[in-house]
């Protein structure tokens, strides 16, 4: 069987080179570096290959069963799920002629489906989607169009075969989308019986390859996630909250991963007092593993985007006591009584007693492995397996 698995990109440097430090490339070496273990499948990846810190996609995951094309369209998180070049597509829609068009670019679903069907080519499409915005909030990376976005995204669904996601929690917010945005109910049924969960984020395999011991000299609080101008990963309360804690006690540090280096690091250094710098550089998934296994808590803060990517499940898995909002996937990893939840909604004051609490308690909190462990590759891959088997045979 013949995949082409077409990778979004949303991570580049100044200089518009893509890094590949990347939920979504992350994602990709995971499930479908598993998959090849299994079954005896043929995969065209499409992605850009303009990278700032690696040669190639073939440093990341190199096998006989793997081909790379490149992908030429912008290196822009936003027009990069915009932009379909027609002539381009149907080249290499005619050179690979697929079986199954695994797509991680929602937005570009309806595109192949009806392209597919011009060239006569048969073939079944994966129409994925890992993060979705909540209905209520406009989106921000693309300004005045979440309308546009979300239909794209549903009329993407809609020309599918199957559509994952990554958890009931997007799964229910993209169902709650379609009810806001169309009216025909018999619409909304037809996505939801081509919906399934691949629950999948992290592989221990990996985690394990880079595992270190060391610890800091001083308890450690580590916010992974994006800092950008629209702040919804919260991060202009955090900073307000751990400036006002280390006030009170010095007893700990904070380290920003800071991938898209949207705001500098001269800002950081200036307004966190209890900064300390692991590296300004975008780290590299061996330094950004080595930094989960050295740090103590793990500090997730969406309330806007669903699942928020794979790092609080990659934390978690080394042994990083995680401080989170009570909302979408993040409640389902622990236990209903968890005592590190931020409520929302999301405040400088509610952070820094939750930070203040997890300081004193984290080394007694024990987490339990089993509704981690689902999530990685090594166990989720089983069901991709089974699902894609199922709309082939359909």
Known sequence: ??????IQQSIYDKQRR???????????VGIVGE???????????????????????EDLLKDDKIKYINNPYPVDSVMSRYTFN???????????????IWNNISEISRNLYSLTKYLEINCKIISCNYWIDAPAINEGKVPDKRQSYALRQIDGALAADLVPFTCESTRNIFIC????????GDTVNEVKNKSTIWDFGFSKYELEKYRIDNNFDKITILFPNRLSGINYTHHEEFIEAVNDLYNERKDFQVIFTNPTQKISWEFLKNNVNPLFIYSEDILSRKKYIELLWTSDIVVNLYDIERYGGCCNVEAMYCNCIPVMTKYGEYKMRVSSDYPLFVELPVTSKKIKNVLNKALDIYKNIELDKSLIDKSSYEESYKVVCNDIRRIMSG
């Open 35 to 57: 998959l090849i273990k299994h079954v005896d499948w043929k995969f065209d990846v499409l992605v850009g290959n303009n990278f700032r810190d690696i040669n190639s996609m």
């Open 177 to 184: 989308n379609m009810q806001e945005t169309l009216t025909r």
């Open 86 to 100: 027609f002539e381009w597509y149907v080249d290499i829609l005619n050179k690979v002629k697929p079986n199954i």
């Open 18 to 28: 893509w890094i590949s430090a990347d939920s979504n490339t992350n994602m990709y």
């Open 1 to 6: 069987m013949k995949v082409m698995y077409i």
